[in-house]
């Protein structure tokens, strides 16, 4: 009796395997997210950091010898304040026996506070011009400001100069320092000085721009009367002389709290601000200066003798201990909450960067001994092979049985197994199809080949097909393979060489990418010979072989059965067997001239699939095996050396390992160009000079290098976000399955002694 036909639109059931890839891609998507979240926070971080340590290019500069044609000459011989009441441009002195002490470029954590003990200590008020970045960084010092009864002006975010930038720059400027205020002492100011500015005299056609522009949008500008030069630290005695003013006249007096060493400044200002209240001058801030002026103007001085002694009026007070000032608004609602969000993601920002910074040093350290010792480790384990009195033991030259697990592997199985047929070592071949559904197993009886058993078993996934076929070997030693790989004809013959030795329990061999023609290909091609012929020469000579790569391995069956066979607990059941032999204290070897030849996932997305696997099924068979960090004796070699290794090398390395790049792209943007540009060069040089010897080891044409360069923009950086990838899901406890890549069959067999 015939089956009945399907019905007419009726979809095919998703199988088991199918079913978990989909539970699977629902699951990781967030887990994607998160890690791109976590990426994208760091990049922030590190921008902002940035931003506010240093500017994007050479914005810092100093137009000089402009004209000042457009610039009306009431401002250019009036007072130090510049208002713009009703649009048109005013000019405001101080009065005369009155010092407006202005400091600028602060806040600075070690000399702000300091000035701000003498004006305590002498009962003066200042007005500080404050850079919005440092704001920003140290926001305690401003509210220390404001409390004390000082004044606050805008000096730009980053103390650019702003006659050369364009009008919304300009805005940005003051708004994201009018933020910083809000977020640090709850107040905005009215007030602005421009870095780089001087006496009204020396405004030109550009910055007057800027400041018509400031003057529209309620800014009043101050300049100086009197520069004391500080920041040439030319002496107390000279910065004294320089700040103060001539025949009584008020003035607008320039000091720095920040920008370099203040000592001399500290000092002089004390010695300064006595000498000026011997003659009978009082102190105010620039609100208090123009509250006195508007008084004189109108005829109500404050006191006999018209100098405002008792202080400035309408709200503009004149000492310590006011909160507010004239020219402070206090910042509520979405301005408020902005600010202290930009504070507080400083916050982070300044904690996060030194730590990062730390770890790089920790991290480049690592990477360039890593690479020192598998130089030196991979060319004293090349001596060490190439001796001639060196030798496992008698030949072994008994059969092996290859097991070639296979799940719909059509398009490479007739590949793999004639390559087997081939072999000049005597072997059975066992293939276990895995529930193929597109004819594998048929395909594979219908070749013909000497030697070869299919067993057939439902879909269960590669560790139960490997158990399935170590249970019908025939023979002791166990040859493991995949089933789009294809071996040498003396591949067989090289591996099970190192048996002669009783204590050896498995033999990784050396994998090489078969479709390197492409790419992706050529990039995985260098990964793979630097990763067999340093990486695994390193650990074979210290014992503590971390991984019999899934292509290529042999197993004596005793050890595999000692150990319970190929155990489902993790995805990487090659790592999960090796460290078990090793646990067992059964000694795992690596055989270079052993070669198979493997096909590399073709596209971005296969590639990503496949080390992801790798990479979580390495996590997971590490801490299976945690306690190997206890185990006594010889068996607890691969805990007290091959993990720590392993752990450093291939997880904590390699996570912060994009450090390194991020710091670069840092520092060009942020620090000197040229010279994180060679840094990084130097990093390349080194690895290039690594790369070229395992190509010489493995007797590889050197032209694949060439593509090295851009691998480490592309290829690596992908590899990273893999690794954070499964850094994550092993984080929030996600299990994966097993799963299938797409193959074309395009790796054919290859002849004696095929090299690059």
Known sequence: MTAAPPARGRRRAPTRIERAAGRAAALHRPRVLLALLLLLALACVMLLDGYLRAEVGDDQRVRTGASSSEVPDEVLDGGPILTFPGGQAETVSVPDKTIVLTFDDGPDPTWTPKVMEVLEEHDVPGTFFVVGSMVSRYPDIVKDLVDQGNEIGVHTFTHVDLSYQSSARVTREMEQTQLALAGAAGITTTLFRAPYSSKPDAVDNYSWEVYQQLGEDGYTSVFIDTDSEDWKEPGVAKIVEGATPEDGEGASVLFHDSGGDRTQTVEALAEYIENMQAEGYTFTTVSGAMAEQQQQQQQQPAGADGSGAGGPAAGAPSGTGSRLQASHRPATGTILYEGKALVAAVTVAEWTVPALSAGLVIVGVAVMGRFGLMLVLARRHHRQRNRRRFGWGPPVTRPVSVIVPAYNEKECVENTLRSLAGSTHPIEIIV??????????????????????????????????????????????????????????????????????????????NAKVGNRSTLIGAWQHIEYVMGFNLDRRMYDLLRCMPTIPGAIGAFRREAVLQVGGMSEDTLAEDTDITIALHREGWRVVYEEHARAWTEAPRSLRQLWSQRYRWSYGTMQALWKHRGSLTDKGPSGRFGRVGMPLVVLFQIVTPVFAPLIDVFTVYSMLFVDFRAALLAWLAVLAVQLVCAAYAFRLDREKYRYLLMMPLQQFAYRQMMYLVLIHSCVTALTGGRLRWQKLKR?????????GTGG
């Open 432 to 509: 276990v199809d895995d529930g193929s559904t597109d004819g594998t197993a048929e395909l594979a009886e219908g070749l013909g080949l000497p030697g070869v058993r299919v067993i057939r078993q439902e879909n269960a996934g590669k560790p139960a097909a490997l158990n399935n076929g170590i249970r019908s070997a025939r023979h002791d030693i166990v040859v493991m393979m995949d089933g789009d790989t294809v071996f040498e004809p003396d591949t067989v013959g090289r591996l099970v060489q190192p048996f002669a030795d009783p204590s050896v329990g498995a033999v990784a061999g």
């Open 744 to 752: 074309t069959g395009e790796v054919g067999m290859p002849s004696a």
